[in-house]
């Protein structure tokens, strides 16, 4: 006591407090050598969390991703690297976001034959627990330097010619089916923002990316989602894949929108629609006639599980859409179609009077851009008397007479709030 008050006396500023504890610098020293000696779990819960507070982000992953679970740790990673983090996205689970965009950044940068790809397979003991779903919208292929120069003169020119083959794209097989928990898949075989450099076969969606695309797709048992959209997927592509989906335990969904497949694709698809637990199939602008929406249709007449089925942006025409029309007679169980942009006519229109009039289960119908016509709008006015079940119809830009429209927008808007208030009056019931 005698140093204390003879130290304050030449020093009034001095202090006790400025001495840290031991226990503060035994965790300082953790915490500059945490790279080489990652010590957390000994620690007590209150001296763990004054480590992870202030570990850096910079630590190599090798480190961090099996011993910090902390989610405050991972927030400051992401917010560091990413502008926008959005984790409800991602289960509300930062860590999650962070080794899913981190593996996702690392296949759009991938080059084959020149980024090692063991990059990749090194990675994946440090994310396979947590990789719930991947989206790719980039893959970029092989350099071909001594090609480019033959190209230059063509690139005009040969704009509607089709790519000749190339080297395929990185093969997901080795890392798909390493991840165990993987439930969703959303591809894009293409370049983003590929400027002056643009060139046909940076968009070349090739057969040997499509037979390691399936043979991948197949042995993930556990996927539920897959998108594979604006990859050129033509009919011979799509048969493929339907090979390797066809009888998967979890797939729900499947989506080939925007793409290039035709009857004999939409053929195939059918009997996948038969052979499957899908519950939605997404085929919007493509090139389906009416050839390939009968065989949908067959399947939706006979045995499915499909509740949702978007067509939009193809050329069904009146034949397919008849055909469409005569399955929904009879299936109970799809609730959504859309028909929107596929040239269709009164025809159709007055079939589906009959679909309004007695199928029960049916709840969403999208006509927009198609000519039904003004009798078109009668007719499915007409179907509409009796119905309590459709709560959706888009008739924009169909040619419509407009009280027909009118009257109609009243009826379903009415079977709409009679949904709403049977689900106020039964809370549990599942929202709609």
């Known amino acids: ?22 226990t503060e610098l035994c965790l300082q020293h953790i915490i500059h050598n945490f790279e080489k000696n990652p010590i957390l779990n000994q620690l007590l819960p209150a001296h763990q969390r004054k480590v992870v507070d202030r570990l850096s982000t910079d630590l190599p992953l090798a480190v961090t991703a099996n011993i910090v679970s902390e989610e405050e740790y991972w927030k400051r990673c992401c917010i560091e690297r990413w502008r926008v ?24 940068c ?23 779903k991947l989206e790719v919208d980039q893959f970029l292929p092989p350099l071909q330097v001594d090609q480019k120069e033959e190209r230059d003169d063509l690139s005009d020119a040969g704009s509607d010619a089709e790519p000749s ?6 093969d997901l097989r080795d890392l798909i089916t390493a991840l165990p928990y993987l439930e969703e898949l959303h591809l894009t075989y293409g370049v983003k923002d590929c400027g002056m450099n643009f ?9 040997q990316d499509c037979c390691n695309l399936a043979a991948a797709v197949k042995m993930c048992r556990n996927l539920k989602v897959f998108k594979l959209t604006r990859s050129k997927v033509d009919d011979d592509k799509t048969k493929l894949l339907v090979r390797n989906l066809m009888e998967h335990p979890c797939l729900v969904e499947l989506n080939l929108s925007h793409n290039l497949i035709r009857d004999k694709g939409a053929q195939a698809l059918g009997k996948l629609i038969s052979h499957s637990k899908l519950e939605t199939l997404d085929l919007c602008n493509n090139q389906i ?20 089925l978007n067509l939009r942006l193809n050329c069904v025409e009146d034949k397919g859409g008849e055909g469409i ?9 799809l609730k959504s179609i859309h028909l929107g942009s596929n040239n269709l006519s009164e025809l159709t229109a007055t079939l589906f009077s009959q679909v309004l009039a007695q199928n029960t289960t049916l709840m969403s119908i999208n006509f927009s851009c198609n000519p039904l016509g003004l009798n078109g709008g009668k007719q499915l006015l007409k179907g509409l008397a009796d ?7 888009d008739l924009r830009r169909t040619e419509v007479d407009l009280e027909a429209e009118y009257l109609i927008h009243q009826i379903v808007w009415a079977n709409r709030e009679a949904v709403r208030l049977g689900s106020l009056q039964h809370p549990t019931a599942k929202p709609l």
């Open 1 to 22: 006591s005698y140093y204390t008050r003879r130290c304050i006396t030449e020093d009034p500023s001095w202090s006790l407090v400025t001495v840290p504890h031991l």
């Open 85 to 108: 983090c959005d984790v409800s996205n991602y289960g509300n689970s930062w860590k999650r976001m962070f080794f899913e965009r981190h593996l996702e950044n690392m296949l759009k």
């Open 110 to 132: 991938f080059i084959p034959n020149i980024t090692d790809p063991n990059q990749v397979l090194k990675f994946i003991p440090l994310c396979k627990d947590y990789v719930r």
């Open 165 to 170: 083959e190339v080297p395929q794209h990185y």
């Open 199 to 207: 060139e046909w076969s940076l968009f070349n969606f090739t057969n």
């Open 289 to 308: 006639g009416h050839l390939g929406a009968q065989a949908l249709a067959q399947a939706l007449a006979e045995k499915s599980t499909l509740t949702s």
């Open 325 to 333: 029309g005569h399955a929904l007679l009879t299936n109970t169980i």
């Open 387 to 393: 119905n309590k079940t459709l709560i959706e119809l």
